[in-house]
Structures are given as C-alpha cells and as structure tokens.
C-alpha cells in the first residue's frame, strides 16, 4: 500500500512539474511606429519600423510565464534638420525578459506581458534628399560625423493581447527608451508602439 501511494505521489509530481515547467518556442514580427525623444531632439516625428524574432515561454507558476527572446529590430526617427527632412533608421539586436500572464479567456488565453530589454546597436542610415549617410554606433563619439550613436538601448516592454486557440496571436506592444543614446548631455531615447504577429509552437 505504502509502495502504491509513493508511486502514485511520484507520477503526480512528474505530471506536475512537466506542466509546471512546460516551455514553448515562438515565432513573432510586427510593424512598429517608432520615434526619438528627448531634450537632443527636436520635433521628433514617428516613423514606421519593423521587428522580427523568437522568444521562448517558461512556465514558472499557473499562467505566469518568464519569456526571454531575440529580435532584429529597426528604430528611429523623422525630423528637419538645417532646413532637410532626415529619416533615422538605426537597427538593433534586441533581447527582451518578459513576464506574461495568459490566462484562459474564451477558446484562447488573454496575453498581458511586461519586463525590461535590453538592446545593442548594429549601426543604421540617415536618409535625405541628397542621399544617405551611415550611422555609426560605438562607445566613443566618431569626430566630425552628424549622427553617431552610444551602441546600448535599455528600456521597458508592456504588451497587450490574445492567442488563439490554433497558436497564433496579436498583440499590442509599446517600448520606452530609459538610456540616453546620444553621447551629447541632451539626452535622446528611443520610444514607440506596434502591432506583432505570433505563432506559439
């Protein structure tokens, strides 16, 4: 009897914590609308930019999931600058640490998701009438270049939205830019929104 009860309570801790610690890869890429802002700008205008990655869900209790993940994504900004419209375009390798919460809502689970990321600068292009100029980023300011940036974004999630019940999902999702990424005092940020598309394997 005692043999059969620890068997019992052996199984049921493994079915237990397989569903406890289940996890899940996902596909994700969206249309952002994104901007810089900040003292060193100014009149800053949005600017349609996209994302594209994966992340992978951690179960750590019910409906709370821990979701590190990887992005390519595209940041920047629209402006007048000595009497020119300039668009920013900077692209980033992006890692976000999310904590989402998905309960159960209708055949399909409500997705609340937020947490910090962390982002590093690959460089970009600033685009004019008279042509394009590239965007360095790197820890020093580079001599005699308009537009040079600090490579290190750090900011903050806060997502919205449903997964189907087939895996696929949409969410709503908007990004503040807590570091300045400007090597001047005057401080520029990146922030924006946008809407992704997901698929949850």
């Known amino acids: ?26 596909l994700r890429a969206g249309l952002n609308f994104q901007n810089l802002t900040g003292d060193g700008v100014e009149d800053g205008k949005m600017a349609p930019r996209f994302n594209i990655g994966v992340d992978y869900e951690i179960a750590v209790a019910p409906d709370f999931y821990f979701a590190p993940g990887l992005l390519f994504a595209t ?23 999310n904590l989402v919460y998905k309960p159960v809502l209708g055949d399909g689970n409500l997705i609340v998701a937020f947490g910090p990321y962390v982002g590093y600068g690959l460089g970009g292009k600033a685009k004019s009438d ?10 020093e300011e580079e001599e005699g270049s308009l537009f040079n940036y600090k490579p290190l ?19 709503f999702n908007t990004q503040l830019g807590l570091v ?22």
Not at 130 to 139: K, L, P, Q
Not at 180 to 200: C, M, P, Q, W
């Open 153 to 171: 974004d750090v900011g903050a999630n806060i997502g919205f939205g449903y997964m189907f019940g087939a895996g696929l999902s949409l969410q």
């Open 130 to 139: 008279e042509g394009d100029t590239d965007i360095e980023m790197g820890s």
């Open 75 to 97: 940041k920047g900004s629209k402006f007048e600058f000595l009497g020119e419209d300039i668009q920013i375009g900077l692209n980033y390798l992006e890692v976000p640490l």
């Open 1 to 26: 009897m005692m043999k059969k009860t620890m068997m019992v309570l052996l199984l049921s801790l493994l079915v237990g914590g397989s569903t406890l610690f289940a996890q899940g890869l996902g």
């Open 180 to 201: 300045n990424i400007s090597h001047e005092d005057d401080a520029v940020k990146n922030t924006g929104f946008g809407l992704s598309l997901g698929y949850r394997f």
